[in-house]
């Protein structure tokens, strides 16, 4: 079984895509039987994901948008991909590739808005030019973990959607019922007001 991304077809201007391109082909190459799995963006707590777009949203009075946050995903949550690993482990399906999708397919600015609902924070939504979205990535990529970067921006300009070449979970029965604002619900109280990753909490330790 080999773990690879969803959409990364389009997104040959990305390192990460090209790098999971190449090594679906040399896991094809190399081995008679692969189930290659493509997922779209998995969350959970811990998924450098929604959490540090919560973490984003804590620090800054605005929040930049990509593509004017039209990007498409179907977010999936790790204990859903990791029953399908599962099942496919088990035997219940002898397809080769799976793009694997959460129940609903969201727009990127969707997730922001649910985000920060849901660590019940009000911020002003700015659609950034392109140039300057890839110039403050930059600036981000000096620091140790950095944000966001430019080849995640990159990423973005492209949906992470069921392609229709490949079957997805759901066509085989193997199905992803986790809801997303449900999910983030439970742990992103450590971004809230008081919680473990709010911005007063980073301020009173200066």
Request: hydrophobic share 40%; glycine share 4%; proline share 5%.
């Amino acid at each position: 079984i080999h773990l690879s991304s969803l959409g990364i077809e389009k997104s040959l201007d990305s390192n990460y895509a090209i790098s999971k391109l190449e090594g679906e082909n040399k896991i094809k190459n190399n081995f008679d039987r692969v189930v290659v799995l493509k997922p779209s963006i998995v969350y959970s707590v811990d998924d450098n994901f929604t959490t540090n777009f919560m973490t984003l949203l804590n620090r800054l009075p605005i929040m930049p948008i990509y593509y004017e946050g039209k990007t498409k995903f179907a977010p999936i949550h790790v204990t859903d991909l990791a029953q399908i690993i599962f099942d496919v482990v088990q035997g219940k399906t002898n397809e080769q590739t799976i793009e694997c999708i959460g129940p609903e397919i969201i727009s990127f600015k969707e997730i922001i808005l649910k985000l920060l609902k849901t660590i019940d924070k009000k911020r002003l939504l700015i659609p950034l030019p392109l140039v300057i979205a890839k110039m403050t990535a930059k600036i981000f990529e000096i620091m140790p973990n950095p944000l966001i970067t430019v080849d995640q921006i990159n990423l973005l300009k492209h949906d992470n959607i069921p392609s229709g070449k490949y079957k997805t979970n759901f066509d085989l029965g193997l199905n992803a019922n986790r809801i997303f604002d449900e999910e983030i619900e439970k742990y992103s109280f450590n971004w809230r007001t008081g919680g473990q990753f709010s911005r007063n909490k980073f301020s009173k330790k200066k």
